[in-house]
């Protein structure tokens, strides 16, 4: 049976109500933001899930942090994992679809790791649906809420699969959004990348900059650069 809950150096992260569990790709998508985010600024959570990107951005910025859910179960314990972390008094969740939502403020930044397994074969389970599926948010919806929700001067941040990256940064360009940096994701050296983390603005930022991760070594062991990425959260780092 797996672990109902992940435990990090400075909170934990109930998630077996949740379709989508802790997974490495989303804490390298919240440790690399927790990295770029400037302090003092509103950032929103599209999709927030379990509330994992929410505390690993609250953990590390001076920030009020944001995070709306659509799931009831998901919403549920996302609002137990944030009532039992050091920061819920700079956090506020909602729920509902973001879509449609009118939330209080425009963002600074907003992060999303959105469903992406558009057009692929899909679960009996409508919760993992929801998660996993661009049907109930397609990134053209997405790409209309952030432009709805983010201040002329913000900037947001999306973690997709490496094959859909050139297809959503021209949708983002025909809104106005241009790429100003990238993280390119893939297991090891040998591996082709199979993720990509992309952070654009409102601003054509020239030369756009690009980086590589490997998540390990040839020998299995996790690299330098994902041990210094992620040791203010993982346990054994």
């Excluded at 992260?13 to 949740?18: E, W």
């Excluded at 390119?184 to 601003?203: A, D, E, G, S, Y």
């Amino acid at each position: 049976m797996p672990n109902p809950y992940f435990q990090f150096k400075q909170f934990t992260v109930h998630h077996d109500q949740c379709a989508m569990k802790v997974c490495t790709d989303a804490s390298i998508l919240g440790a690399w933001f927790a990295q770029k985010i400037r302090p003092y600024t509103y950032v929103l959570d599209v999709g927030a899930g379990s509330g994992l990107l929410m505390l690993m951005l609250a953990q590390k910025i001076r920030a009020r942090v944001h995070g709306i859910e659509k799931d009831l179960s998901s919403f549920r314990q996302l609002k137990h994992n944030i009532n039992h972390c050091n920061w819920k008094d700079k956090i506020r969740i909602f729920i509902g679809d973001a879509r449609s939502f009118v939330f209080p403020v425009k963002y600074d930044f907003i992060i999303c790791n959105p469903p992406f397994y558009e057009n692929d074969l899909k679960s009996p389970d409508e919760q993992k649906n929801l998660a996993k599926h661009s049907s109930d948010l397609s990134l053209e919806q997405l790409l209309q809420l952030i432009q709805t929700n983010l201040k002329d001067n913000g900037s947001f941040g999306v973690l997709l699969p490496y094959r859909r990256a050139e297809k959503f940064e021209s949708l983002a360009n025909s809104y106005g959004f241009h790429l100003s940096e990238k993280l390119l994701i893939r297991q090891t050296p040998r591996h082709n990348f199979f993720r990509v983390i992309q952070h654009f603005t409102r601003f054509k930022v020239e030369p756009v900059q690009s980086h590589e991760l490997s998540i390990q070594k040839e020998d299995g062991k996790f690299s330098g650069e994902f041990v210094d990425l992620l040791k203010d959260y993982y346990l054994n780092f």
